[in-house]
């Protein structure tokens, strides 16, 4: 037995499915989920001590690779003033004032400790700006597991084919209405007949729960339109495209400016962090300013702070992006032609640093149902192949792939040396 089975058999007894995130349990390529010790740069070392060259990257946050110099001596410089207060401290306007600069139409910002949070928080922001009860969100995205969001949701909770939990009660379910991502058309539709009881579109610019799927042209334009048109607030979900597919995010990828924004992920540097923002006369109805009330005992907390802020002043070196995009490109592109050679039905996609990996005949994934037609059996018969030849990709057909600016030519050849040995054997 491996030590990561062996541990993986004691976490289970206090562990409910021995994980603290469903996901990672891999119920949805089957098999025993891996434990790590240590990580670094491109690699993760799991419990056995084999090198895998890794990207999920901490779910998104490790764009810099594991253990980045910068981050790591800022938070030990930030460990030796103390580890929280909870009471305000400098660099938390540093790192607002670097939210602000680098996605402008963030004007004003809150922190908080996770995705879900600001997501969360952000739906309540938009409620009790607006007055009304309705928001719409898109199948197959996933805004994290506050109640309103977990319907039709995607990541872990389609990986487990329960995309709607029990525990979400019906009457507050029934305020969240749930449309086709990139169907443009549907959202016109809805807001014909409920528009104007509707306090906020959500959604992922890039959608990275369900695989990854880049708006089509037009989308996240008419999400603009439509909500101009009918007053309700537009909310960019950028916890995983934020700072990933370009500094200022899919907003500035795509040029569509947001009424509000949510962060996650890049922004603590791999520690607890999550934040929401957007135009100042919103983000004047969050307590203490307005009545919307929100607050968290460990929001801003100095370590996470000085994580995240090391991590977004790293990023902003002019090119980083572009350079995090070509290997993205050079590692997508790769696999498609390996798997052309193997006469393999496979496509990819990318935008920026993320990407998606489909075995479909269809040429390009646009859509949820398209996603759901792939091949998730061969998908995971693919994960344990790049696994045992020391890849780890999500250990799910519905979430996105990370690079990072660690990962070399050199690992993105390796990548694609065992991506040839897999396909033949599929
Ligand atoms: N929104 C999006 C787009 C996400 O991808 C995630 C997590 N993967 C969340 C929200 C929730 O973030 P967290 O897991 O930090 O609560």
């Known amino acids: 037995m491996s030590r990561s089975e062996a541990l993986f058999q004691a976490a289970q007894l206090h562990i409910p499915g021995g994980v603290n995130s469903p996901v990672r349990a ?40 594991h253990r980045a110099p910068a981050v790591i001596d800022a938070i030990r410089a930030a460990l030796d003033h103390g580890t929280g207060f909870g009471a305000p401290t400098a660099i938390e306007i540093d790192m607002a004032d670097k939210v602000c600069a680098l996605m402008p139409s963030i004007e004003m910002v809150r922190m908080v400790s996770s995705g879900t949070e600001a997501t969360m928080s952000a739906i309540r922001l938009a409620r009790g700006y607006t007055g009304r009860d309705k928001i719409v969100k898109f199948e197959g995205c996933y805004h994290g597991h506050s109640d309103s969001l977990l319907v039709k949701a995607g990541s872990g909770a389609l990986t487990l084919g329960e995309p709607n939990s029990p525990g979400v009660p019906a009457a507050l379910a029934e305020h969240t209405i749930t449309l086709n991502y990139n169907d443009i058309d549907s959202v016109r539709e809805a807001f014909a007949t409920v528009g104007d009881q509707v ?64 962060l996650g992920k890049v922004i603590g540097g791999g520690l607890p962090v999550g934040a929401f923002g957007g135009k100042r006369e919103i983000m004047h109805h969050i307590a203490p300013l307005g009545p919307v009330y929100q607050a968290g005992t460990l929001s801003g907390n100095p370590l996470a702070m000085a994580a ?43 935008v920026g640093g993320m990407f998606g990996l489909f075995f479909t005949e269809q040429d390009e994934v ?7 037609q792939c091949d998730a059996a061969k998908f995971g018969r693919f994960f344990h192949g790049m696994l045992a030849e020391g890849v780890y990709l999500a250990p799910s057909a519905f979430e996105a792939g990370f690079m990072s600016a660690a990962h070399t030519q050199q690992d993105i050849e390796f990548t694609l040396a065992a991506a040839d040995r897999v396909f033949a054997s599929l």
């Open 199 to 262: 306090a906020c579109i959500i959604v992922e610019p890039v959608a990275g729960n369900m695989n990854c799927i880049a708006p089509l042209p037009g989308f996240l334009e008419g999400l603009r339109e439509v909500c101009d048109q009918y007053g309700s607030v537009l909310i960019f979900d950028e916890v995983m495209t934020g700072f990933r597919v370009a500094l200022g995010g899919a907003q500035a990828y795509f040029g569509v400016k947001p009424d509000l924004t949510t």
């Open 308 to 350: 995240g802020l090391a991590m977004l002043n790293a990023i902003s070196v002019p090119g980083f992006h572009e350079q995090l995009s070509a290997k993205t490109e050079l590692l997508t592109e790769g696999l498609e032609a390996v798997a052309l050679g193997h006469r393999l039905p496979f496509t990819t996609s990318r």
């Open 26 to 65: 891999f119920k949805g390529v089957g098999g025993t989920p891996l434990f790590f010790k240590h990580a670094s740069g491109a690699y993760l070392f799991d419990e056995d001590d084999q090198r895998y060259v890794d990207y999920v990257g901490s779910w998104g946050p490790m764009i810099l690779g």
């Open 366 to 372: 646009t859509s949820f149902a398209q996603t759901m």
